[in-house]
T-cell receptor, first 115, second 112 residues
């Protein structure tokens, strides 16, 4: 089945630094990747939609200059959290597709803690 | 405004019994619905889906029912097993694109 690798699985960074999260489709080409964020005990909230070779589409309330998304190839999308602050601490998950019955496969997520 | 709602934050069921997880939606443009299972610190895993042209889809122990007139879907797990303990999210997709709108999740606990 379709596999999506997300790296790193967890990261701790200092306030003010930037963190890059990678999302790779291992055995299929992903024309679209989605980035979600999940706060504790809350649902997954879509942050942005990334189509290969074009600029990402951000959801309302998501700062595009803070959350930089690059989808330069059909197998890789990156999310960079710039000038991270403690309130950016969250669980970030990507999904890639289209593929399979579900349409999209999720990565394993990245736990970001900003101290 | 939440377009997809799971009104029960948690559900506890005895092993071997049926688990019924419910989901309501408000957007009539949704045409495809999915259920995901999620463990802590992991990404969601796809379980089962249903198109809006159907009212039932079954896959092993999992059955999803869709009532379009009530804008309601449910996931039935029978028999429930302790390994089913996780958070279950329902999600809906519109015909205008591939983005998913998620419900708030229901934590299922299956007791041995």
């Amino acid at each position: 089945g379709a596999v999506v690798s997300q790296h790193p699985s967890w990261v701790i960074c200092k306030s003010g630094t930037s963190v890059k999260i990678e999302c790779r489709s291992l055995d299929f080409q992903a024309t679209t990747m989605f980035w979600y964020r999940q706060f504790p005990k809350q649902s997954l909230m879509l942050m942005a939609t990334s189509n290969e070779g074009s600029k990402a589409t951000y959801e309302q309330g998501v700062e595009k200059d803070k959350f930089l998304i690059n989808h330069a190839s059909l197998t890789l999308s990156t999310l960079t959290v710039t000038s991270a602050h403690p309130e950016d601490s969250s669980f970030y998950i990507c999904s890639a597709g289209p593929t399979g019955e579900s349409g999209y496969t999720f990565g394993s997520g990245t736990r970001l803690t900003v101290v | 405004d939440q377009q997809v709602k799971q009104n029960s934050p948690s559900l506890s069921v005895q092993e071997g019994r049926i688990s019924i997880l419910n989901c309501d939606y408000t957007n009539s443009m949704f045409d495809y619905f999915l259920w995901y299972k999620k463990y802590p610190a992991e990404g969601p895993t796809f379980l089962i889906s249903i198109s809006s042209i159907k009212d039932k889809n079954e896959d092993g122990r999992f059955t999803v029912f869709l009532n379009k007139s009530a804008k309601h879907l449910s996931l039935h797990i029978v028999p429930s097993q302790p390994g089913d303990s996780a958070v279950y999210f329902c999600a809906a997709r519109g015909n205008a694109g591939n983005m998913l709108t998620f419900g708030g999740g229901t934590r299922l606990m299956v007791k041995p």
